[in-house]
């Protein structure tokens, strides 16, 4: 009797454990969403990039926030900036049959293999903040976020209206964001449609800072070494900006002034340095994509249509503008 007793306490044990990793014999679900969320509860996968910078970071707390007011279950992984975890945490997901994956590439391409893997287990995937280049949209529900070769045009302009009244060269270095990404590779598309118009403007040196303050205290290092007369910065991101203002500080120079510093974000630090007259000017990108993020995987699993894209709204600021947003500003 207790041999009986113990065995099927270790059988319900187990399809305890089974239950929470959302494991299953599987096989043959035709429902819309694989998840089955017969419960009436959602369980989202979602496979974020990592952690690298102030937008991250305030991107995470967006989607986990959200997700806890909107009643979802969030199965949440942080890939380290690299496109293997982010594919191992998509294809886990697909096995524990979650009824919606979400997730932001790291970068744009090698994406179709694992997205056909999520269509054939019929969980729909929605791309939030960053896209990929895959051919067949239809691996893909929608996509949410900002409009990133805008945000470059904007830099750009900003840019050419500042030094309308030069004749002189320009001489910018340019750090990039992760290579293959798309803020990288968009980012630096539409500043260098804008800025191509005028033969002034010169980028002498381009790299990439992989969206981090280090890198792009250690690029900038590298930059100011063998390039005596920098006249600007371009920082795909705040946190680069902010390690190039170390880099530039440490050589002596003056941020802001000696060097013009434009940045994309707007995250708190950034403005702080906005503020401050170490940045000029800032493109913003907004990473509050949580809740519409949570409004589309709600519909996709009810089997709504929604929009192919879901664009962000987003300003720019100024030192006069960031002053008067700081004491109100969220992340
Ligand atoms: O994809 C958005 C970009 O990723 C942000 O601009 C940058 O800060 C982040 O790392």
Not at 28 to 45: C, H, L, N, Q, V
Not at 89 to 111: C, H, L, M, N, T
Not at 266 to 283: C, E, H, R, S
């Amino acid at each position: 009797m207790i041999v009986f007793k113990r065995m099927s306490a270790l059988l319900l044990a187990g399809v305890t454990i089974m239950a929470a990793a959302g494991c299953g014999s599987g096989g043959g679900d035709t429902t819309a969403s694989a998840g089955g969320a017969d419960d009436g509860k959602i369980t989202m996968g979602f496979a974020q990039v990592g952690a690298e910078s102030g937008w991250r970071t305030a991107n995470t707390k967006s989607i986990q926030e959200s997700a806890k007011a909107a009643g979802i279950e969030l199965k949440f992984s942080d890939a380290q900036q690299k496109q293997e975890n982010q594919i191992k945490a998509i294809r886990s997901y697909i096995q524990q049959k979650v009824d919606v994956i979400a997730f932001s590439p790291v970068v744009e391409s090698g994406w179709d293999n694992v997205l056909k893997e999520a269509q054939t287990a019929k969980i729909p995937v929605i791309l939030t903040d960053r896209a990929v280049d895959s051919a067949d949209t239809s691996l893909y529900k929608t996509f949410l976020g900002s409009d990133f070769v805008e945000e470059g045009r904007k830099a750009g302009k900003w840019l050419v209206e500042e030094y309308k009244d030069s004749t002189d060269t320009v001489n910018i270095v340019e750090l990039q964001g992760t290579t293959g990404s798309a803020p990288a590779n968009d980012r630096k598309a539409g500043f260098a449609e804008v800025i191509g118009a005028e033969s002034k403007f010169k980028v002498i040196a381009s790299q990439t800072g992989d969206f981090t303050r280090a890198k792009g205290k250690e690029v900038m290092e590298a930059f100011l070494k063998s390039n005596p007369d920098i006249d600007v910065l371009y920082a795909h991101n705040d946190d680069m900006g902010l390690g190039a203002i170390e880099a530039i500080e440490g050589a002596g120079k003056v941020p802001g002034k000696d060097i013009k510093i434009i940045t994309v974000d707007a995250v708190k630090d950034g403005m702080q340095a906005l503020a401050d007259g170490k940045i000029n000017f800032i493109v913003e990108c907004s990473p509050i994509l949580g809740p519409q993020l949570m409004d589309l995987a709600k519909k996709v699993v009810a089997g709504e249509q929604v929009p192919a894209r879901v664009l962000t709204e987003e300003t720019t600021f100024t030192p006069e503008q960031a002053k008067a947003a700081l004491p109100t500003r969220p992340y």
